[in-house]
């Protein structure tokens, strides 16, 4: 499985999350993901195969077993063992670019979907009430 070591990306100290910049973050994050191709190990859209009932099923006879060829990091469909892998990248990815994570709010115990809403379900709502007060106090401003 080409891929796995390389550890997740890890941003320089004045680009890790410290509540103050989490437009910037969440923002460096996604394309971080998205190059990868981990995007829906954040989002929950690529299902822990050990948690599946139905799925894609293969068979193959005991005769022509071969090594399991790697799916993409996009697949929706990894095996078991990729799955791990790439959910480990991406919590990673989220975990070590946090300057205080469980300050912070940050669901570490599950996987990285859990950790990402975690940290999406608080700081997208305080951001959106940010904006709205800049607003207000832009409406109220007599220029």
Request: net charge negative; with cysteine.
């Amino acid at each position: 499985m080409s891929g796995i070591t390389n550890g997740p990306h890890i941003f320089p100290e004045n680009e890790k999350f410290d509540r103050t910049n989490w437009i910037a973050f969440k923002t460096t994050v996604t394309i971080a993901a998205e190059v990868r191709g981990a995007m829906g190990y954040l989002d929950g859209t690529i299902l822990d195969p050990n948690t599946l009932t139905t799925g894609p099923t293969t068979t193959t006879s005991t005769s022509t077993l071969s090594p399991q060829t790697e799916t993409p990091w996009d697949s929706n469909y990894p095996s078991p063992g990729e799955w791990k892998a790439r959910n480990a990248w991406a919590k990673g990815s989220l975990y070590y670019n946090i300057c205080n994570p469980i300050g912070l709010g940050a669901n570490i115990a599950g996987t990285a979907t859990d950790l990402w809403k975690s940290l999406t379900s608080i700081y997208d709502k305080t951001s959106e009430l940010a904006l709205l007060h800049v607003e207000e106090q832009l409406r109220n401003l007599h220029l």
